[in-house]
């Protein structure tokens, strides 16, 4: 009788242990995968009720009494995670103490205006905060990750980093007697380099035209100068009038010798290398060769040749 009972006793034990593992390590309610978002400062009672709310487990409660017992010590973590369908509840604490956050991206291209940089960042439903416009030529055009919820704050920071750290790097590879004396000229020149030309393999004979034109004292006489004031970087989306090449500011480079008072836009990195290592070269004049790229002169003879031959071409394609 003693041994009967004890093996029903055992039997009990063993249905109950298995029950009670099975209610951890069996599939979870959720059949199909599921962004799950833990707030920073979130307790796992907090979370567990979380979980019961939006499905994906059971009871809160049997969460937690299992977790206690059967569960990791490690902390949760703060982020968005994707658990899988059916997710026990086993895999979905290890998911919150062990995986991995979810990125998201936001690419600021080469040469966007901080206005634009602006706009993108507030247009991006998934960061959180205000911001200001940032100071133009302080953001590092790239790609960038951030998590669902972070404050815009905190990803702006992190992209005027990456330019502080990007200079900081560059400035002392700087080639010899260049143009510039400071970083922050630097930038500045290697803004109306990045407008000049969307041709990579130009970068460094128009950083070198340019470079020339400021030792020379000439004026620059970049287009984008004169945008800029007007536009704070975005496209004039018209012709420029013969009053804004005149209009006399710190940055229109047709009435002003040297540099504009600063950037016209956020130049990259191959930009600013550009400046930083110019092309040798006695070019002072350039102009469109109707190719996207330049053809580039020494001479206000040679230039004014090349600048016949392009509103030749305009004419004929029927630009004029």
Known sequence: MFRALAALVLIALALGAGWFAWGWYGAGPTQQDTSFIVRSGSTLTGVAQQLEDEGLIRSHEAFLLRAKIMGGDDPIKAGEFLMPGAASPATILDTLQHGEVIRRFVTIPEGTPSILVYETLMAEDLLTGEIPVPKEGSVLPDTYDFERGEDRAAV???????????????????????????????????????????????????????????????????????????????????????????????????????????????????????????AETDALFMVADGTGGHVFSSTLEEHNANVAKWYRLRRERGEM
């Open 156 to 278: 702006l920071a992190r992209m005027q980093a990456a330019m502080r750290n990007y200079l900081a790097e560059a400035w002392p590879r700087r080639a010899k007697d260049i143009a510039v004396d400071n970083i922050e000229d630097a930038v500045t020149l290697a803004s109306i380099v990045e407008k000049e030309t969307g041709v990579p393999e130009e970068r460094r004979m128009v950083a070198g035209l340019y470079s020339n034109r400021v030792k020379d004292g000439m004026l620059l006489q970049a287009d984008p100068t004169i945008i800029y004031p007007i536009t704070k970087g975005k496209p004039l989306g018209r012709r420029i009038r013969q009053s804004e090449i005149a209009a006399v500011n710190g940055y229109n480079t047709y009435t002003r010798v040297g540099l504009p008072t600063g950037p016209i836009t956020n130049p990259g990195r191959e930009a600013i290398a550009a400046v930083l290592n110019p």
